[in-house]
Each structure stands twice: as structure tokens, then as C-alpha cells.
């Protein structure tokens, strides 16, 4: 059976940044999950950050991959490199989605470890930019398809579960 790993937030935990949950109702999310088909994962929390923590941003027009490649840094709001966690989050992922036998993953939007459209501008400043986080870039490297909460009718008709 092909699973799907979800952002735990997405999934009403409070393992965001500032100790909220981002809770995603949508009728699939929940059938997918009644069927057991959803692995909730959170890579911040996984790469051993904590909650709650300052939020964190790529770098400037940077990316996850950058991330990945050692071309860029995670910095939290007060200017602490937080890099590590993040990169070890996302391979903490990859390995899930493997172990678990998850074809997609469904991820929350913006953030620096699941955005997989959207990330803030790397200025701590509250604006967003185009991107893609640590963990979206390394589960699409394992050969996941990444969708965000606003794509789930694509991801719907892409799983055909």
C-alpha cells in the first residue's frame, strides 16, 4: 500500500515553531488517513529542534537545495546557524518516507524544512518569496512528489487512491 508522509502540523500538532498546529481539513487527508494510508512527520522536530523556537529562514534567495549542497544556511531570528537540524531533519524524512513506503508527500507551505512553493524572503521580515525548503529538496531527490495543502486536488488525482 503507497503511503503518504504529511507535515505533522498539517495534521493538528503543535510542533510549529511557535507551538501551534497548522490543522488542514480537507475530506481526502482525512479518508487517507482513516485508511492508514498518512505517515505524520515533522523533520524540525526530528533533526532535534524544539518547541517552541524562533522561526528560521533560508538564506536569501536561496533554497532547500542549496541547503542540501552546503551552499546556503538556515539562520533562526536571532542569527544562530541551525543548518545541522535541518539537513538531519530532512534526511530523517527521506529515511521515513522510504521505511514507511510513501510515494508522495504532503507539506506545509513556507516553511524552511516543508515549503515546496512558497519560503519567507530570508530577511526575517514576514515577506515570502518563490522556493522550496531542506526537506522538500531531499524528498524530492529520493523521488517523491512534494505538494503543499493548495495542491491536494493534483495530489488527489495523482495518487488515485
Not at 482513516?34 to 533533526?47: H, K, M, N, Y
Request: glycine content about 10%; aromatic content about 6%.
Amino acid at each position: 500500500m503507497s503511503r503518504l508522509l504529511v507535515s505533522a502540523c498539517l495534521m493538528g500538532q503543535k510542533v510549529r515553531y511557535d507551538g501551534q498546529a497548522k490543522t488542514f481539513l480537507h475530506t481526502c487527508l482525512t479518508r487517507w488517513d482513516a485508511d492508514g494510508r498518512v505517515v505524520p512527520f515533522c523533520p524540525e522536530l526530528a533533526g532535534g529542534l524544539a518547541v517552541p523556537r524562533l522561526p528560521a529562514e533560508i538564506e536569501p534567495e536561496r533554497d532547500g537545495a542549496d541547503v542540501l549542497a552546503g551552499r546556503a544556511k538556515v539562520v533562526d531570528s536571532a542569527g544562530v546557524d541551525v543548518t545541522a537540524a535541518f539537513v538531519a531533519g530532512a534526511r530523517m524524512a527521506v529515511k521515513m518516507a522510504q521505511t514507511q513506503g510513501c510515494t508522495h508527500a504532503l507539506l506545509t507551505e513556507a516553511s524552511p524544512s516543508c515549503g515546496s512553493t512558497l519560503l519567507y524572503s530570508g530577511h526575517h521580515d514576514g515577506t515570502r518569496r518563490a522556493g522550496f525548503g531542506v526537506t522538500t529538496a531531499a524528498l524530492q531527490a529520493a523521488g517523491l512528489a512534494v505538494y503543499a495543502p493548495h495542491q491536494i486536488d493534483a495530489l488527489a488525482l495523482d495518487c488515485a487512491w
